[in-house]
């Protein structure tokens, strides 16, 4: 089977185990002529202004040591206009160890995040 789409996605990630897994996944799957990855550090991405048309982030910046930097550091990457998404699950400090609710809920995302 060959992907037929003009789609080009740019993973990085600065684990080299993930990325040598990523890799050999995306040539089994053979999807390793429109993916690759990029051992980087998303604080600080070696690509120039305004490179891509889409980027999404899974679990990644809620790890930043600077969430305002990081999403900086994004849009500075990211074309004009286009559309930045993250799936993050967090918790507020509006959250209540202690109520039944909250713990329920939490649970729930827990869940259904897997």
Same mark, same amino acid.
């Given at each position: 089977m060959t992907l037929?789409?003009? /789609?080009? &996605? /740019?993973?990085?990630?600065? %684990?080299?185990?993930?990325?040598?897994?990523? /890799?050999?996944? %995306?040539?089994?799957?053979? &999807?390793?002529? %429109?993916?690759?990855? &990029?051992?980087?550090?998303?604080m600080n991405m070696p690509f120039s202004d305004n490179s891509f048309d889409a980027i999404f982030a899974i679990e990644a910046t809620c790890h930043a040591p600077d969430v305002v930097d990081c999403y900086k550091e994004i849009f500075r990457v990211l074309k004009p206009g286009q559309c930045f998404t993250a799936y993050e699950w967090c918790i507020t400090d509006s959250f209540d160890p202690n109520n039944k609710e909250h713990q329920r809920i939490k649970v729930l995302l827990i869940q259904h995040a897997f």
């Open positions: 037929c789409s003009d /789609t080009y &996605v /740019t993973g990085i990630n600065n %684990n080299e185990y993930q990325i040598t897994r990523g /890799t050999e996944l %995306n040539r089994i799957a053979r &999807v390793d002529n %429109n993916c690759s990855y &990029v051992k980087a550090d998303f």
